[in-house]
């Protein structure tokens, strides 16, 4: 008998906060849950036995709700180990392998520091939940890290195979794309998608997930070797810029203050 497909769907909180919600069966796993009530709502409603919570980074939008979500269900919680987050049960670290269903190959943990000092991700091999790191079009702020470690960071996301599905903490895709085409202009895939995501949000739609292909093709903070970006990025620090690394500070920098 065949296992039954993972399903992958967000939970809106928040402002603008996306909790997810992978499912299997009756069995449910929850993504970095801000607040509980909505994930509860949904649990209860659908009659989901909760089998684990993981957790990106110790950001309060990211962890708030675990405490309140652990008394409806006593069940592990994984989490960065380099990061100060009470709730956790089980911290892990880069390359171990985080097995929370049945019939699942289990998620690779992947360091990417650079938002926060120990930021994780969790990769299935078609299912990337990156918390802070990467967004349709951008990328999370360096807070703890710096921008060396975020752009190495995100080099070794856009190293993952390209049908990649990418799941972000945020929807900040329109934002995110006024600035992509601020610094890319003449970049046609980026004026298409910038079209779709609007009528998507417009709909009441989210922009999330992403295939990696579409943030290769499109996300200035993955494209830094291109020659229109290095030339952006060197107008913005007001004098040439070689180094790809240094390109991205400039351009994150840029972001900052759009």
Avoid at 23 to 34: H, K, L, M, Q, S
Avoid at 46 to 66: C, F
Avoid at 82 to 106: K, Q, S
Avoid at 151 to 162: E, G, N, S, T, V
Wanted: charged share 20%.
């Amino acid at each position: 008998m065949r296992p039954l497909p993972l399903r992958v769907r967000p939970i809106p909180a928040f402002q603008d906060n996306y909790i997810w919600l992978l499912t299997r069966g009756d069995e449910a796993v929850v993504v970095d849950p801000g607040t509980a009530g909505p994930v509860l709502a949904v649990l209860t409603a659908e009659r989901l036995r909760l089998r684990a919570v993981l957790i990106t980074h110790h950001h309060d939008d990211h962890v708030g709700g675990v405490a309140e979500v652990l008394r409806h269900a006593a069940v592990p919680v994984y989490g960065p180990a380099g990061e100060d987050i009470a709730v956790l049960t089980h911290r892990v670290a880069d390359g171990e392998r985080v097995a929370v269903l049945d019939d699942h190959p289990g998620f690779e943990v992947l360091a990417l520091p650079g938002h926060t000092a120990g930021h994780i991700g969790y990769f299935d091999g078609t299912h990337l939940f990156c918390g802070d790191v990467l967004f349709p079009c951008g990328c999370g702020r360096v807070f703890e890290g710096t921008p060396a470690q975020m752009h190495a960071a995100l080099a070794r996301l856009a190293a993952l195979p390209p049908a990649t599905q990418v799941y972000c903490a945020h929807e900040y895709s329109l934002a995110n794309a006024r600035f992509a085409l601020a610094a890319e202009p003449g970049n046609r895939l980026l004026q298409g998608r910038q079209r779709w995501m609007e009528a998507r949000r417009a709909a009441g739609e989210p922009t999330v997930p992403s295939s990696l292909r579409d943030e290769l093709d499109t996300n200035p903070f993955l494209r830094c070797t291109e020659p229109a970006l290095r030339r952006a990025a060197a107008d913005w620090r007001g004098h040439p810029i070689e180094d790809e690394a240094e390109v991205f500070a400039a351009l994150r920098d840029w972001k900052n203050h759009f």
